[in-house]
């Protein structure tokens, strides 16, 4: 039987304070959710390789760790549309507790990128993204409401709700797909550079330093797929997409894979992408591990749906939140450049996380 979204929103609430572990997501444009609850905590695994011949649901942090692992929602218990009634554990196995994290000063931030502006200029990366974390008071906010506010303003995007022991509760909004398709044909984004919305506009002209930021995550991409045996690629782009308050460069890549490459194999060779890492890719990720003064966690890793035998589609996971007892902890982030001005990026960032309030401050 189908109840009306408050009181779907009620239930998902039921299950955060119970401590049950669970993935809930509208995939974009669909107006009905899924649910998968699982009766103790996801399944965890070790390589993103594993992911080849399995059906589930996918989160995945920006660096893998043991404690912060690839984390697999396989329960037969499926729950599609705005259900009434679920089969729920008797027992809890997550416990959201309060963080000691602060948010990232512009002091921090602009300390960051001038050691991030150093290694670009000296040529040891062509492209770095320099993140930060902005934490807002909770309340007594409803979570399951603040998810279907995400859902509601942003129609175009993939929309999820995450509680596991492993990566605690998180909430997410977001536009980058990471990799879409079966029986061996695919297609990805590459999404770079951003500007806020303008009323009545509908030709947006962007920078040297955002065009080139496209183009170096656009190479990279055709790069590693072809590095991993795909011949047949198609490319459509860069065209300026709308996502939420702020509009991106985007390419869309369609293509044909090998037999002998798996969703795993194709997950490896694009994640991190340069759109929220750099390049060089491994050693982008290290540096950016080691400089950045919080954790990314599962912010620009990735979520959605993995099928053996339908259609993957799996997004990074941009326009995110982490959310706790007390606070929320929202992330954002922007590419950095030798052309990139510290100001400019600053407030690049203050654009998305505006995105992120505004789904909180809806459920005032």
């Known amino acids: 039987m189908s109840i009306v979204p408050t009181q779907y929103a009620r239930l998902l609430d039921e299950l955060i304070a119970r401590g049950v572990a669970f993935a809930c997501y509208f995939l974009p444009f669909s107006t009905e959710p899924t649910l998968i609850v699982e009766d103790s905590a996801p399944i965890e695994l070790g390589s993103f390789s594993d992911l080849d011949g399995e059906d589930g649901f996918v989160f995945a942090p920006f660096i893998l760790s043991s404690e912060k692992p690839l984390l697999l929602f396989k329960s037969k218990s499926i729950y599609c549309g705005f259900v009434d009634k679920i089969s729920k554990p008797t027992g809890g196995v997550v416990s959201n507790g309060n963080s000691s994290d602060h948010s990232t000063t512009s002091e921090i931030y602009n300390a960051t990128f001038s050691r991030f502006m150093e290694q670009l200029k000296g040529g040891r990366f062509s492209k770095l993204v320099l993140s930060r974390k902005l934490v807002v008071d909770r309340h007594a906010k409803s979570i399951g409401k603040v998810f279907l506010n995400a859902k509601d303003a942003y129609l175009s995007a993939f929309t999820y709700l995450v509680n596991a022991p492993k990566s605690g509760l998180w909430l997410g909004a977001t536009p980058e797909l990471l990799l879409k398709g079966d029986a061996g044909c695919f297609q990805t984004m590459a999404l770079a550079g951003t500007m806020p919305v303008s009323e009545g506009v509908s030709e947006y002209t962007w920078s040297a330093k955002d065009r080139e930021e496209q183009q170096i995550v656009t190479d990279y991409i055709s790069d590693r797929l072809t590095s991993c045996g795909v011949v047949e690629m198609e490319k459509e782009g860069p065209a300026t997409a709308k996502a939420g308050n702020v509009v991106h460069l985007k390419t869309t890549f369609r293509f044909t894979a090998d037999g002998n490459v798996g969703v795993g194999t194709l997950v490896d060779t694009l994640h991190p992408t340069p759109a929220?890492?750099?390049?060089?890719?491994?050693e982008a990720q290290q540096y950016i591990t080691e400089t950045e003064q919080h954790h990314r966690e599962y912010y620009t890793g990735f979520?959605?749906?993995?099928?053996?035998?339908?259609?993957?589609?799996?997004?990074?996971?941009?326009?995110?939140?982490?959310?706790?007892?007390?606070?929320?902890?929202?992330?954002?982030?922007?590419?950095?450049?030798?052309?990139?001005?510290?100001?400019?990026?600053?407030?690049?960032?203050?654009?998305?996380?505006?995105?992120?309030?505004?789904?909180?401050?809806?459920?005032?």
């Open 276 to 282: 929220v890492c750099g390049l060089p890719k491994e």
């Open 303 to 364: 979520a959605g749906v993995v099928r053996s035998n339908k259609e993957t589609e799996l997004y990074v996971n941009l326009r995110c939140m982490k959310v706790e007892a007390q606070q929320f902890s929202l992330f954002a982030g922007g590419g950095i450049t030798a052309k990139s001005v510290g100001e400019r990026e600053w407030m690049e960032t203050n654009h998305k996380l505006r995105t992120l309030q505004s789904i909180i401050e809806a459920d005032d």
